[in-house]
């Protein structure tokens, strides 16, 4: 008798103490963000596209949570990766659409999210299109480029400095230019011309696709770019490759990385243009150009998670996908995307593109994938990318020093699809700005003239100079404005966009 009393004690002390352990340790993963280009909310299969298929994408949608409510923090690129990689609003920074030559932007005195990841522990990497600037002012691209990547958190990088259809057209690792020649010295100007590369404007018979008149520079590749170039022959990309060498990269930086925990900011270029697909992708869709690069950028996604799966750390990592802003169709390269659209919606059931303030502007295609800690399904949860940084930082078990990320908020649960409540307000920017709260759609009136290269392309980016407010309820394509029939819900969200404004 008292030997079975000894034993079950035993027994009740050994599953208390496992108890005790699973609770009090705390489950960090490794974490991968699939950051995607231009993609909009029906682009990929689970949304409803349709004339090119995305089964890896939809995989991971089986298995994870697939959110209809999810934001990026801007319709355009640069502000949208400066906030999800700071937890602050682009406006606050004056972050805008940077040239190929432009400074860092990231405030290297502050704690970035990568920075916050590696007090965790975290191995941190990134690999893809940057367009957050680089270095100080003019740019030696012929030596180590300081501040970058690894001043803001990056223990390693592979970048595509600002955009594919910007110079310089090289890549860099860890800073440096990958295979240049020092004897054939690399020169950019995104003012004066300089002697180099021929130019668009000058030779269209050397080009794959035909632009618009900003997008004339130096010729790389058959295709004409924004800015000029010379030098660094060796060092070109050539567009084809660049999807295999940036997946190539990240498997790589995951092979190396097994052993740690790790954080992985895959930044595709995909599918913004100019879209040139590898022959092993052209006409696998039925839209041209466009369509093949959202099956490109697919298999780029497979390619990640079958790196995690050979090294048996799917089950294991935390994959976030989605997108930096909204579609856009016409962006200086004549590929024929709007002809060849069909049926197709990019943006979904939503009004607007990349640069428009209306829902298609920021509402992104967003995935959640962690099989061992999510119960795969749908969310209709409210969230901004900006509250990436307080809600990983809670995931890991780190705080958040004070000024820092002063616009993420903790919503974990909620990324995790553990509840379907996000956040109460959220804030869309744009060249002015929306606000949600709830079914509720509140716009700024723009009282200041638009750019004008956006009033040419676009032909209703949402910019008023009268209160717009909608009920996405009823009306997800925004085309009715009821602010007259609500004024007591227009003055609650001009009193908070007023607050989100001034706090600044």
């Known amino acids: ?19 005790y352990i699973g609770i009090s340790q705390k489950v960090n993963p490794n974490i991968v963000i699939i950051y995607v280009d231009d ?51 682009a406006f606050r920074n004056n972050a805008a659409i940077l040239e190929g030559d432009a400074p860092l932007i990231i405030d290297t005195k502050k704690e970035t999210l990568p920075e916050l990841l590696q007090k965790a522990g975290y191995k941190t990497g990134v690999v893809g299109k940057w367009h957050l600037g680089l270095g100080n002012g ?27 259809d910007r110079t310089p057209c090289v890549f ?54 924004i800015g000029y170039m010379s030098g660094g022959k060796d060092a070109l990309w050539v567009d084809e490759e660049i999807p295999f060498v940036l997946s190539n990269k990240a498997s790589a930086f995951i092979e190396e990385n097994k052993e740690d925990k790790f954080f992985l900011y895959f930044s595709l270029h995909d599918i913004h243009q100019p879209r040139i697909a590898n022959i092993k992708f052209v006409e696998s869709s039925t839209m041209g150009p466009r369509g093949d690069v959202i099956a490109q950028m697919d298999w780029c996604v497979g390619q990640i998670t079958k790196s995690l799966k050979k090294v048996n750390l799917l089950d294991d990592t935390l994959i976030i996908f989605t997108s930096d802003n909204g579609p856009i169709l016409d962006d200086g390269y004549l590929d024929y995307a709007t002809e060849l659209l069909g049926n197709h919606k990019p943006a979904g059931p939503y009004r607007g593109a990349k640069y428009s303030v209306y829902e298609a ?62 956040r109460e307000f959220l804030l869309e920017e744009a060249y002015t700005f929306g606000l949600r709260m709830g079914k509720w759609k509140y716009i700024l009136p723009k009282e200041q003239a638009v ?8 032909v209703d980016p949402g910019f008023r100079k009268e209160i717009q407010l909608f009920d996405l309820e009823k009306d997800p394509s925004e085309s009715n404005n009821v602010y007259k029939e ?19």
């Open 451 to 458: 750019p004008k290269w956006i009033e040419q392309k676009f």
């Open 172 to 225: 860099l690792e860890n800073q440096k230019v990958l295979g240049l020649d020092a004897k054939d010295p690399i020169e950019v100007s995104y003012g004066t011309r300089i002697d180099g590369y021929p130019l668009g404007k000058e030779h269209p018979e050397l080009l794959k696709q035909h632009t618009d008149p900003y997008h004339q520079g130096s010729i790389i590749n058959g295709i004409s770019r």
């Open 39 to 89: 993609l909009g909310f029906g682009d990929i299969g689970v949304n409803g596209a349709i004339g090119v298929k995305t089964p890896n994408i939809d995989r991971l949608a089986e298995n994870g949570v697939n959110f209809t409510d999810a934001h990026c923090a801007a319709a355009t690129c640069t502000p949208s990766r400066y906030s999800l990689l700071t937890g602050s609003y």
């Open 486 to 504: 609500h004024p007591e819900i227009t003055a609650i969200m001009k009193q908070k966009m007023d607050e989100v404004l001034k706090n600044n």
């Open 1 to 19: 008798m008292i030997g079975k009393q000894i034993i079950k004690k035993g027994v009740f002390i050994i599953v208390f103490m496992m108890c």
């Open 361 to 422: 502007g920021t509402r992104m295609p967003t995935i959640v994938h962690w099989p061992k800690q999510i119960k795969a399904g749908t969310s209709s949860a409210l969230l901004s990318q900006v509250d990436l940084y307080a809600s990983l930082a809670s995931l890991v078990g780190q705080k958040v020093k004070k000024g820092i990320a002063p616009d993420s908020e903790n919503h974990l649960d909620a990324w995790l699809g553990k509840t379907q409540t996000g």
């Open 138 to 164: 003019k740019v030696d691209w012929n030596k180590r480029i300081s501040p970058g990547p690894k001043e803001v958190g990056f223990d390693y990088s592979f970048l595509i400095p600002a955009t594919g």
